[in-house]
């Protein structure tokens, strides 16, 4: 089986996650950052797995873009999405609007795993204005809410739903 991981990352959360994915994946794997190389012919591919980081309720642009324009190949693939998200896990209406904004609802419906990797506020690698932002969300955030946090156990889940489907 031939994976293709095509991701895109604000501050580096989304491509470790990525590349500790492309370690627990069967079969040849490349990954892709596709904001520093072009996108590959899909046809090469058996799976494609396709995410980014949020950022104030967005996946990045060439995401989103990538996926619009390869809707028809990416349905003849095996699908896997996934998203990078400083939201807390538990609140799932939010996370759930992040999967419908960032990618077309029929590569939802098709995709045999869909992941929220969690994330991770990394404030050095931050542009200024970003870490402006992140800190007033975690000054407003409520006593309740659980912290941002990465979900390693989310990497690994899809890794074993897509080894799966080269059985």
């Known amino acids: 089986m031939k994976t293709l991981i095509l991701y895109a990352s604000n501050c580096g959360y989304t491509e470790d996650c990525v590349q500790k994915l492309g370690k627990l994946l069967s079969g040849e794997i490349a990954i892709l950052n596709i904001d520093k ?42 699908l896997g999405l996934f998203i990078s998200c400083a939201t807390a896990d538990k609140d799932l209406e939010a996370i759930e609007s992040f999967y419908k904004n960032a990618f077309p609802e029929a590569l939802l419906n098709h995709a045999g795993c869909i992941q929220n990797f969690g994330g991770e506020l990394r404030m050095d690698k931050m542009k200024f204005s970003h870490r402006l932002i992140a800190k007033m969300m975690m000054k407003s955030a409520k006593e309740d809410q659980p912290p941002v946090r990465p979900l390693p156990e989310s990497v690994k889940k899809m890794a074993i739903a897509i080894n799966q489907l080269a059985i």
């Open 37 to 78: 190389q072009v996108p590959l012919d899909l046809s090469a591919y058996d799976t494609v797995l396709i995410g980014g980081s949020i950022y104030m309720g967005q996946i990045q642009k060439k995401i989103k873009a990538f996926c619009s324009s390869h809707e028809k190949e990416l349905q003849e693939k095996n």
